[in-house]
């Protein structure tokens, strides 16, 4: 298990390392430049602002000095934002999207679990039909139209929840309805695979034993059928981690939240690199490191699969 572990950390290293070299050089080869938005700059002070941002040299000498500045965890200074280095502004607003990205992944997973679940129950009957139509219903609409129509019913028609907004110590009330809104899609896939899972399972011959033995329905779902069952949702739950981090950037400015997400999508269009690469290392670090739990999950919901590397 040690060994498997550091050889997963050693492919870490070399996965970031390859992304960090694709943004670096697609930025750099790409037409124009960070500063190219400006108004016309005399030559002097051009100069001087690619010194300050260390992008002045050759192509390998800047790539060489980046490589360097991120092993002693510097991601420099953001070009956009004058003054403000990438890694205050990763502080600043990457716990306000994990903790939105969190709270939408318990949701989905608990949710979804159950649902499915209740589902597979209720096989062919009036709960599973219900139960699939909704799930199909919220894969169907896009954030971009629950987050709105969720702000109307539960904000303004009812007032049970704030529009939105955030705060440095948001309270459950602000966090709730858009970590609804960007679970819901999520709960209907969790759903749609807990109940395709669940079907098979307890059609498996060790259900039919556990069943000839005398054992009730409960103890067979708990202790038998679902441990089999939730693996495909947990093969689900690196990818979903991923998803609700850079997915959260439309929930985001719906409900007005000061995330990482809205910075994402800015550096790109405003040619920021290192804000750019800040953000990719960041949410590659932690999609590889996701997987890993997912991998180690495994072995111990279903003891006969082992972990060789």
Known sequence: MVAYILRRIAALCAVLFCVVSATFFLIRLSPGGPFDAERKLPETIERQL????????????QYSGYLGDLLHGDLRLSTKYRNRSVNEILAQTLPVTLTLGSAAFLIATCAGVWLGAFAALRHGGFGDTAAMLAALLAISLPSFVIGPLAILIFALWLGWLPVGGWGDFPHLRHLLLPALVLAAP?????????????????????????????????????????????????????????????????????????????????SIFNRDGFLLGGVVIVYCTLLVLLNLVVDLAYTFLDRRIQLDG
């Open 186 to 266: 999520y709960v209907a896939t969790i759903a749609r695979l807990m109940r395709g899972s669940l079907l098979e399972t307890l059609g498996q011959d060790f259900i039919r034993t556990a069943r000839a033995k005398g054992l009730g329905e409960p103890s067979i779902l708990y202790r038998h059928a679902l441990r089999i069952a939730i693996l495909p949702v947990v093969s689900y739950l690196g990818p979903l981690a991923a998803n609700l981090l850079t997915g959260s950037i439309v929930v985001e400015t719906i409900f007005n939240i000061p995330g990482a997400g809205g910075f994402f999508v800015n």
């Open 50 to 61: 690619l010194a300050k941002y260390k992008l002045d040299g050759t192509l390998w000498q």
